[in-house]
C-alpha cells in the first residue's frame, strides 16, 4: 500500500524546490550531495545515505553521478539497483565510454 512506501532523493544541487516538502510531508528524505569535485565527501555522503536507509531499491538517473550510489547499494546488498540515463551515447571521449560501461557492468 502506499503508505508501506517512502522514497527518498538524493540531489546533487543544494537549491531550494517546493517539491522538498511535499516529499518530507510525505515521510521521505532529501539528502544533498556535494559536487563529484570534493570526491571524499561525495563518496562519504553517499555511502552513509545508503549504509543508514535500509532500502529495498535504489534507483539513479544521472550517469556521471551515480557511480558511489550505486557502488554501495551493491555492497549494502540493495537487492533492486536501476541505473538508467536518457543519453544515447555512454560518453563523447572513449575513457568516459568505458568508465560509464564499467559502472553499469560492476553495480548494477
Known sequence: TPEEITIDFVVYKDMQNPYYEEIKRAGGKVFFVPAIRNIRKHRLISKKIIAEGNYDIVHDNILMLSYFIMYYAK????????????????????????????????YC
Open 75 to 106: 555492497r549494502y546488498n540493495v537487492p533492486v539497483r536501476i541505473l538508467h540515463s536518457h543519453n544515447s551515447k555512454l560518453g563523447e571521449i572513449y575513457m568516459k565510454e568505458v568508465r560509464n560501461k564499467l559502472c553499469i557492468v560492476l
